[in-house]
């Protein structure tokens, strides 16, 4: 069964740092298309970044581009988004998916607050 669980959530002021975890289950994320969304509330699942299973090619919103970085552990089976010089629009909760066996599959999502 294909799980996921995200950590690393929190409150941080703007242009502090985190770094989400995304621990995997069921399957390889190194063979797997592995992507982050977030969503603040009242509005719909925004895609954040993904990291294709075949070459490790990136890809990034606009938003986030040269801020957030997306890589994997694959000894740990776990997939990461570093955020830096995060912004008060960065509040949401992040979530990681796949659709690694055709199916999507979703965290249970992080809540990231950014706020002085």
């Known amino acids: 069964e294909v799980q996921l669980m995200e950590s690393g959530g929190g409150l941080v002021q703007p242009g502090g740092s985190l770094r989400l975890s995304c621990a995997a289950s069921g399957f390889t994320v190194r063979d797997a298309d592995m992507k982050w969304f977030r969503q603040v509330p009242g509005k719909d699942y925004e895609w954040v970044s993904t990291?294709?299973?075949?070459?490790?090619?990136?890809y990034f919103t606009d938003a986030v581009k040269g801020r957030f970085t997306i890589s994997r552990d694959n000894a740990k089976n776990t997939l990461y988004l570093q955020m830096n010089s995060l912004k008060t629009e960065d509040t949401a909760v992040y979530y990681c998916?796949?659709?690694?066996?055709?199916?999507?599959?979703w965290g249970q999502g992080t809540q990231v607050t950014v706020s002085s």
């Open positions: 990291i294709k299973r075949s070459d490790s090619i990136t």
């Open positions: 998916y796949t659709d690694a066996d055709g199916r999507q599959h």
